[in-house]
Nanobody, 123 residues
Framework: VQLIESGGGLVQAGDSLRLSCTAS????????MGWFRQAPGKERELVAAISALFPSTYYPPSVRGRFSISSDSAKTTLYLQMNSLKPDDTAVYYC?????????????????WGQGTQVTVPS
């Protein structure tokens, strides 16, 4: 299994950015997915999750209404659309996949991780 993130970069506050995660060795039809982020000096946190079992998603309050998780029709690429970006969104963003198909919000429920992509929003 391989997860490769792309799309990170330096953007201004208020801008939008879309991250992509190309998955090989698994299918988004059967494996639930998530996006996490880790800022310097902070713990890794979930920002979006999507279930393969039901069409359900989860967002923590910090990003709800601004971030959106989705996949392409071929179910090989996961996206994270980020709007109205803030300096607090600055972090390394990771794509993660689970063996299971339920909606998971904890890091320990995910089995595979990408290498991460940096998103920087200067204050």
């Amino acid at each position: 299994v391989q997860l490769i993130e792309s799309g990170g970069g330096l953007v201004q506050a208020g801008d939008s950015l879309r991250l992509s995660c190309t998955a090989s060795g698994l299918s988004l039809r059967t494996n639930s997915m998530g996006w996490f982020r880790q800022a310097p000096g902070k713990e890794r946190e979930l920002v979006a999750a999507i279930s393969a079992l039901f069409p359900s998603t989860y967002y923590p309050p910090s990003v709800r209404g601004r971030f959106s998780i989705s996949s392409d029709s071929a179910k090989t690429t996961l996206y994270l659309q980020m709007n109205s970006l803030k300096p607090d969104d600055t972090a390394v963003y990771y794509c993660a996949a689970s063996h299971e198909n339920f909606l998971f919000t904890q890091q320990q429920d995910y089995d595979y991780w990408g290498q991460g992509t940096q998103v920087t929003v200067p204050s």
